[in-house]
């Protein structure tokens, strides 16, 4: 038997992004190939076409294959016979170029992986999400911190009951990068992040609190109801937030707080998830990512190793490990599981059978575009002092 079986071949990546000096693009070929189930194959890597091509050698990318841009590889790889023909493309380029390569993409009919937050606006997430639903493509959107094997652990243990009901969640992410005005020095990241015509309306809250409220969403499960939403832009002259806090009111009565900073001193990738229910509370840290505390009153602090063979591990949590207890595992990872569940349904698709679409294990279009109404409810919100608005929308996954 071969890899991906019934398939038995590598799955083939086309890349967009991901060019010299990038950051993400490396890391979802990194998460896409650790399994031995993929390969990059195609590659339009940069928004300048020479420097696309140029950069196509540190993917070992043949330079047939090495693309000038997306419309160029999509043109030239949808010739091509089946047995060559890139399966699926990677969108890691900045939000604004979100939309029009996913959705082209979709409509040449590779599947995608597109990088988080989906698109530049609601309209276009909506407009992907109809995409998505018209044509018969797996799509995912590479919310990663789904993929670490403690959070699906935890998800399972919330759908299984062990929390009891849940009550609040906080959620933070909290970096310091852009304590300085760093996008005035041109650094390549700052600028189009902090720049509101390539990032979207929100900066802090559209780069990471995005991530952070898809966490929550993907664990508990729970539908939003209502959000209040404070933004701060604490570094003079900058376009974007670069602070913020949100209030979420879910419909069963839960108190959700998201707290993004891109302003802390010191502080680098930190997301923390606090849940508590009736029964229990967990807590999990990325920075720490193979320990997860789950507490109960009256009893001793539990942590929950990443470990694929103890008993208290869930099928979720343990198929999602790679190595034994106590080898860290993390970032690449937690990409390389986005994929592999993924992968698995374009596997489905490739040997012509059905797949899930809407409730999938991996965060799906519809997360996208939750993801977009969130950010514009955050940002409508704050010009509205913290006013109370809507938080439901009918891409929720239930
Ligand atoms: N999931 C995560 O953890 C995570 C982390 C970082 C960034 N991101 C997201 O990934 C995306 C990229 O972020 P980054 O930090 O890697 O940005 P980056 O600026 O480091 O890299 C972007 C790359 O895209 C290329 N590019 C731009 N326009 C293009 C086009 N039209 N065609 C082909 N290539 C093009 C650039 O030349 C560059 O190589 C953003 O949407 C960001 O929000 C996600």
Redesign the pocket.
Known sequence: MGVNAPLNRKLRMGL??????????R?HSIGACLDNRAEVVAG?????PE??KQGAADYNIDPDRAYG??EEMFEAESKLPDDTRIDFVSV????H??FD?AKEAVEAGFNVIC???MTFDLAQAEALQAAVEASDVVFAV???YTGYPLIRQARAMIQNGDLGEIQAIRVQYIQGWLRDKIEAEDQ??AA?RTDPTKSGAAGAFG?IAT?AYNLGRYMTGLLPDQISCHLKTFVPGRALDDYGTAVIRYENGCLGTVTASQISHGRENDVLIEIDGTKGSLQWRQENPNEMYVRANGQPHKIYTRDPNAPYMTPAGAAACRLPAGHPEGFFEAFANIYGSAFDAMIERAEGKSFEKRDTIYPNVYDGVEGMFFIQQCVASSQQDAAWLSLKHAAARR
């Open positions: 967009v992004g991901g060019g010299p000096g990038s950051f993400i693009g890391v339009a890597l940069s928004s300048n420097r696309a841009s997306y890691t380029t900045p939000n170029t979100h390569i990088d988080k937050p590479s919310h990663n390549k990241q189009w780069d991530h």
